[in-house]
């Protein structure tokens, strides 16, 4: 089994940065990426960002692209995003997510609140 914790989440107003923090444990040797999705009050949960735990390659959404940076740390074990000119529109719980060897997201964190206020 693998743990997800993040950390990192609060209040912000626009034009501010944040920066999330999401740490694994358990059996993450199997790891193949972690990534960050968001669910926003009334919408579906979205892709955000994610990262490939071998090579680093990194993808983004479109919203994300320019704004928010995903990066790792396999020591730790401990993917992070930072958020850059935050908007209002941002304000979500977002859920640190791993993909082991399936490909397949299948463990998730308990998510963290970002509010952006205008």
């Known amino acids: 089994q693998v743990q997800l914790v993040e950390s990192g989440g609060g209040l912000v107003q626009a034009g501010g940065s944040l920066r999330l923090s999401c740490a694994a444990s358990?059996?993450?040797?199997?790891?193949?990426?972690m990534g960050w999705f968001r669910r926003a009050p009334g919408k579906e949960r979205e892709f955000v960002a994610s990262?490939?735990?071998?090579?680093?390659?990194?993808y983004y959404a479109d919203s994300a692209k320019g704004r928010f940076t995903i990066s790792r740390d396999n020591a730790k074990n401990t993917v992070y995003l930072q958020m850059n000119s935050l908007k209002p529109e941002d304000t979500a719980v977002y859920y640190c997510?791993?993909?082991?060897?399936?490909?397949?997201?299948?463990?998730w964190g308990q998510g963290t609140q970002v509010t952006v206020s205008s």
């Open positions: 997510a791993l993909a082991d060897f399936r490909r397949e997201y299948n463990y």
């Open positions: 358990g059996r993450t040797y199997s790891t193949y990426a």
């Open positions: 990262i490939r735990w071998s090579g680093g390659s990194t």
